[in-house]
């Protein structure tokens, strides 16, 4: 081991493939996964325990691709669970873990391991998901792909909640809840209220300018 216990001339790196739902995140990362594993790379998956809407110990899409996968409650437990001779480590729905993720994949990074996380970078009203702007920010290479907008079929990049009143950023469900939306068709809930209190702030700024 080298300073901070990297891997003499191994070098880790950390991918992110980030984007609203039903824009195939999963499916990305199953491939990136398969390729890997051609390669006869060791590879280890792991899934939030939360996220069981189609299987407890697999990761699936929603076209019906999956792999097995280690389901764990919080972030710390992927570092105590990673074998030392993986050199591919793929996490999904990493948006349901705490902040403490992103210590876990630097980590994991600079032990020379290939670190590939899937999640939804916004929740439903439009803000970063949990940990999703820190792993952005520390991410090597970031993949931004795109749904299909369910009202007028232009590219989603938008995660619509069909009851806006369920108000719980973490709310887990299918079509049953949501829908892949683009920005004009977006309807966050609560976006009038915004924009109002916005204005509000901003005249206030500009008399306490005039003021001084």
Same mark, same amino acid.
């Given at each position: 081991m080298g300073l901070f216990g990297t891997m003499p001339g191994i070098s880790g790196?950390?991918?992110?493939v980030c984007g609203p739902m039903f824009s195939g995140k999963t499916e990305e990362l199953i491939r990136r996964v398969k390729r890997a594993q051609i390669a006869r790379q060791k590879v280890q @998956?792991?899934?939030?325990? @939360?996220d069981n809407r189609y299987h407890e110990t697999e990761v699936v899409s929603h076209s019906s691709i999956s792999t097995p996968a280690t389901p764990v409650n919080s972030a710390v437990e992927i570092l105590q669970k990673v074998f030392d001779s993986t050199r591919v480590v793929a996490i999904d729905e990493v948006q349901f873990f705490d902040e403490s993720i992103s210590i876990v994949v630097e980590k994991l990074a600079r032990r020379g391991v290939r670190v590939i996380m899937a999640g939804l970078d916004q929740d439903f009203k439009g803000l970063p998901f949990g940990p999703m702007a820190s792993l952005l920010a520390i991410a090597d290479s970031v993949d931004k792909i795109h749904a299909i907008c369910t009202v007028c079929g232009a590219p989603a990049t938008k995660t619509f909640r069909k009851n806006p009143k369920e108000s719980a950023q973490v709310l887990v469900g299918e079509t049953d809840l949501y829908e892949a939306r683009c920005r004009s068709h977006a309807d966050f809930f609560g976006e009038d209220q915004d924009q109002l209190a916005f204005f509000v702030n901003l005249n206030d700024s500009r008399s306490k300018t005039q003021n001084l």
């Open positions: 790196s950390i991918e992110v @998956i792991f899934k939030p325990a @939360i």
